[in-house]
């Protein structure tokens, strides 16, 4: 089966060490292969787990130990079940748990580990460590180091190869805008102290040839997604700041930033053509406007 003509519906990729991402459709995860069994990562949803379990199965006998949760979003949090059947601990920052307790869903299995900033699961030699920096595209969003791949999963933040895409919903109830430049700061931190170079997206990104005809890009990319996307916020920030410095009302920003050349240039010029739209570009920046004038 295919996802979007050209591209498959399934994919799993050998990224050494004993990582290995897998996509259904446009969402990703990654899971470690050990002697002793395997850490999966979000289960994403009851269509996706069945299939991913069947690519687990192809590359070891031993069971599914743990799950990491990456965030509380039903859309990479639901599935698990089949996880949970074998034996598996879940395993999530203490936000997703009271996230997951207040608002139940009957496809999501609550954690049975909740931690506050870090969390090392390890096993059969190897291991997942799982950050927190606060709340980001979600409250309880964390990064997790796949040892000894040394390569970071990152979800919905941002997206390898590149940090200049447009946000994945911008109509999305959540989004911590205060957080997000000192969220991805840590993240280049934490990245420069443990030497990790290169990321694995839980989102699928597409690329276009010379000709046009689209294809997937690779699950790995460069570490430098995540600058390209605290750089993203930065300059969109500060842009809406110094447009209702000037008197115009956050209604009517947006309008006033995709009609500026200088708009255009600092921002705009850097992202794909083909990967944002005017009218989620005014749902974002009238979101930003919100932000600035009110610092939440």
Known sequence: AQFIPGIDLIETENLGDGLYAFRYGPYRNIFIVTEDGVIATDPLDVKASAPLREEMAKLTDPPVKYVAYSHSHWDHASGGQIFKDEGATFVAQRECLKNMTETRHPDVVLPD?????????????????????????????????AKPANIMFIVDITSAPTGWEMEYNPTMAEGYLFNMVPYLRSVEALAQREGVKTIVSGHLALGFDDKGKMFAQPAIGPIDAVREKREFWEILFAAVAAEIATGTKPDDVAAKLLASDQFKHDFLDRMDPKGWKASEMSILIRRVATYVVTGR
Not at 131 to 141: A, E, I, Q, R, T
């Open 113 to 145: 580990i909740a931690f506050d900033d870090s969390y090392s699961i390890e096993l059969g030699g190897k291991a997942l460590d799982v950050y927190y920096f606060g709340p980001s595209h979600d409250d309880c969003m964390t990064v997790m180091i």
